[in-house]
C-alpha cells in the first residue's frame, strides 16, 4: 500500500515540478508578462485565419471623413465609432489588431481625417498621431471674401461653412481692437483685403474666428514695420495702401508691371483725376459664379456704387480684394513714371501698354 501512495507523490512532485519549470519557460518567453503572451497568442492565431478582413477596406471612396478621439477613449469605444461611421465594418476586430500590435497603448486623442477605403491596420496606426490632422488651404491673390468663402465650401476638410467665415470676417464683425488700430480699419468695416493669399497648413480644429485671426497675423506679419511707416510718411494709411493694392493686384496679371501700374494710379491721385479703374466697376456687381464679370463702357457710368472710380474721385471706400505682398509694395513703392493711362496691349500677352496723354492712350488700341 505504501508502494502506490510512493509513486502517487513522485507523480504530483513531478508534475508540480514540469508545471513551476513550465511555467517559468512561459514567464522568460514572454519577457515577465505571461498573462498577456497568452492573450496575444489567441489574438495571433484567431487573425491568422482573417488577413483577408484586416486588409479589405470599407469602399473605395477616398471622400476625408472627421473622426475624433476624446481623451480617455478605450480601443472598443473608438471600435465601435469607427463602426458607426462606416469606417471600418468589424469592432472586435480592430480592437484585436490593436491589441496584439501594442498599438491600443499609442493611439492619441485628438481629430483626424479617414477615409473608407482605408484599411483597419491603415486606420490604427494614423489613429496614433494627431499632429498629421492638418490639411491644405489656399487662398489666391486677387480674391475677394466672398470667393475665399467659396473655397471653403469647396474643401471637405473644413468643420464650418462660408457662411460661417463670412459672419467674423465681414462688415460690422467683431474686430480685435489691435488690428483695426494696426490697419487705420474703419469702424464696421469687413476685413476685405486682409485675407493674405497663401497656401495654408490648417489644423483639423480650426474655427472661423481661429482662421480669421490666423490670416490677419500672417498678412501683419508679411506686410512687416517698415511698410506702414513709410505709407504714413506719403500721407497714406495702411487702410488705404491695402484698397489701391487691391486695385493693382486686379489689373496685373505679371508682378513684374505692378510698380508701374502703380504710379499710374499715384500720378493720378496726386493731380487730383479720378482712378477710373475696371476693377472697382467689376467689384460692386459681382455675383455668385461670376465674381468679377466683363464690363463695358456702359457700365463705367451706369453701376452707380461709392467703389465705381469712374465716378468718384479719389481711392473706393475700401479695399476689393485680397493683394499679395508685391501689389503692396507697389502700392508703396511705385516705379517713378509720368504715364496716367494704361490698357491692354494687343499681344494678348497679359502686358499693357502705357500713355502719358489721353490721345496715346486712344493711339493704343487695337
Known sequence: MA??????????????LLGILGAGALFLISGGQPVDFV?????????SSRQADLNRAVSTDTTPLRFTVNPGDTPPIIAQNLVAQN??????LFVDYVRLYDIDRQL???????????????????LTDSRNSQFAFRILEGWRLEEVAAAIDDNPYFPFTSNDFLAVVGPGAPVAATFAQQVD?????????FMYPDTYQ??????????????TDTFLERVGPQIPIDAKAQGLTLYEVVTLASIIEREAIHA?????????????????????????????????????????????SSVVSPYNTYLNDGLPPGPIASPGISAIQAAVYPATSDFYYFRADCRSDGYHDFARTFEEHVENGC
Open 3 to 16: 508502494r502506490p501512495i510512493r509513486y502517487l507523490l513522485l507523480a504530483v512532485i513531478t508534475l508540480g
Open 39 to 47: 492573450q496575444k497568442t489567441l489574438i495571433r492565431l484567431s487573425l
Open 87 to 92: 469606417l471600418i465594418t468589424d469592432a472586435r
Open 108 to 126: 492619441e486623442a485628438g481629430t483626424y481625417f479617414l477615409n473608407r477605403a482605408q484599411t483597419i491596420p491603415e486606420i490604427a496606426n494614423a
Open 185 to 193: 480699419l474703419p469702424p464696421g468695416a469687413s476685413l476685405e483685403g
Open 202 to 215: 490648417l489644423p483639423a480644429e480650426v474655427t472661423p474666428a481661429w482662421l480669421r485671426d490666423f490670416l
Open 256 to 300: 513684374d508691371e505692378q510698380p508701374l501700374i502703380a504710379s499710374v494710379y499715384r500720378n493720378r491721385l496726386r493731380d487730383g483725376m479720378r482712378l477710373e479703374a475696371d476693377p472697382t466697376v467689376q467689384y460692386p456687381i459681382g455675383r455668385a459664379g461670376n465674381w468679377w464679370p466683363r464690363i463695358t463702357a456702359d457700365h463705367y
